[in-house]
């Protein structure tokens, strides 16, 4: 069984920085790419950025390119999203998940969220 867990959610003024991390455990992971998602508040859930298991594609939401970077540490099998310049509109619950391969649309796994909020 895989578990994710995200971390490093909370409250920022807008213009800080967090990095939200996602921790994977359990079997070996090298089919999936790692996504990570947002929904606000009576929003839909977006996509936000994602990256491929070996590191070499990344991809970002247009709305944050230029503030957020993912990265992954696959000897930690851990994938950070790196946010600066935060923005009111930034404010969701971020979520990630594992997805086969690259741009599949399939999502087996999802980690329980973390409160982002950006206030002004």
Not at 75 to 81: G, I, P, S
């Amino acid at each position: 069984q895989v578990q994710l867990v995200e971390s490093g959610g909370g409250l920022v003024q807008a213009g800080g920085s967090l990095r939200l991390s996602c921790a994977a455990s359990g079997r070996t992971l090298s089919s999936y790419s790692t996504v990570w998602f947002r929904q606000a508040p009576g929003k839909e859930r977006e996509f936000v950025a994602a990256i491929t298991w070996s590191g070499d594609r990344t991809d970002l939401v247009d709305s944050v390119k230029g503030r957020f970077t993912i990265s992954r540490d696959n000897a930690k099998n851990t994938v950070y999203l790196q946010m600066n310049n935060l923005k009111p509109e930034d404010t969701a619950v971020y979520y990630c998940s594992l997805e086969q391969g690259v741009g599949s649309g399939l999502f087996d796994y999802w980690g329980q969220g973390t409160q982002v909020t950006v206030f002004s």
